[in-house]
């Protein structure tokens, strides 16, 4: 469906000259995606923002004469009342008739032109395809957002947690930016974890250049089997090699840590297992590696705890981690 049959319909619904038949389509519109309803929600708040109000009515002039008259102790005297006629004013109407059609088309244009945003849940993990035929994979808690077409000089996305991407060879550079890194690539296949204000970079397949947003003059190149890690305000850390079945755990159901915080080992296990975790200690400075598959969000705890001299129970629901 084009822009202008939905501008068409959606004008018939708020003017009430929509027939059944067209009523289904525009349901089913609606119904397509939240970005619909959410431009019919604008629309029909601007079309009665802008909608022309109705003349108020006019008081019976003879009535407040004798009442004004009645104040002020003034006798009654005859009087000719005048027939007042208020013309409506055609340009208003047409003015806001144009606005309301105005904001449709503005809005319709913010529709198709928008950025697709797509968010993952605790819990949950979701696969989608972009423009250009290329994958991404979204781990729990995560968000990554696109233009609706790329355009001839680049293949730009934003990502903020944690994806596998398998990019589609192209002439155009596909470039993934993170809150404090940019990764540009031809075609390729790597991940991407970007929390805290951490980026780490693993590539699995073909060439990748990483850089700081803030320095990208200083950027790096990793290969197959290589890893590297950006904090903000600094360059990207030397390349290392890495184990893949490792670092891309999280999507054979393997959850592994690295010389992790405590912080770090109870955020995953929150996103990934979509739980709630209380750390009831504040001096703990140990690290954490090991990997766990298939294992519950209880049991992953309990192993960690167990390590390092700590306890963890549920309590209602929620995890308690305590001396």
């Not at 009430?16 to 970005?35: R, V």
């Not at 309803?37 to 004469?65: G, H, I, K, S, V």
């Not at 290329?134 to 355009?151: C, E, H, K, M, Q």
Request: charged content about 25%.
């Amino acid at each position: 469906m084009n822009a202008l049959n939905v501008d068409e319909l959606i004008v018939g619904k708020l003017s009430g000259s929509l027939c059944t038949e067209n009523e289904d389509q525009l349901t089913a519109w609606l119904e397509a995606s939240p970005e619909n309803q959410a431009l019919f929600d604008r629309t029909a708040a601007a079309w009665q923002f802008a909608a022309p109000q109705p003349m108020p009515t006019l008081p019976n002039a003879r009535e407040e004469l004798v009442r004004l008259r009645s104040n002020l102790n003034t006798p009654p005297q005859r009087a000719h009342i005048l027939s007042m006629k208020f013309p409506i004013n055609r340009t208003a109407r047409w003015i806001t008739a144009a606005a309301a059609i105005l904001l449709i088309a503005f809005g319709s244009h913010r529709l198709f032109f928008a950025d697709i945003v797509v968010k993952t849940a605790y819990g949950e993990s979701r696969q989608v395809v972009l423009p250009d035929g290329s994958t991404v994979r979204l781990n729990a808690g995560s968000r990554l957002s696109w233009p609706r077409r790329f355009d001839d000089k680049a293949r730009p996305v934003q990502l903020a947690g944690e994806a596998f991407f398998s990019v589609k060879k192209g002439e155009t550079p596909f470039v993934v930016t993170t809150d404090n890194s940019s990764i540009r690539v031809l075609g390729t296949e790597f991940n991407v974890r970007a929390r805290r204000h951490r980026t780490t970079l693993v590539v699995r397949k073909g060439i990748v250049a990483f850089a700081s947003r803030q320095k990208r003059q200083k950027e790096i190149v990793l290969k197959a089997n290589q890893m590297s890690v950006c904090n903000t305000q600094e360059t990207p850390a030397p390349v290392t090699t890495v184990d893949m079945e490792s670092a891309l755990g999280w999507m054979l159901g393997l959850l592994t840590f690295q010389d992790a915080t405590l912080n770090d080992v109870t955020d995953e296990v929150e996103r990934i297992y979509n739980v709630e975790i209380d750390v009831a200690i504040s001096d703990f400075n140990g690290r954490v590696s090991g990997s766990f598959k298939e294992k519950s969000a209880e049991q992953v705890l309990k192993a960690v705890c167990v390590v390092h001299g700590l306890k963890v129970t549920n309590q209602g629901g929620v995890y308690i981690i305590e001396r």
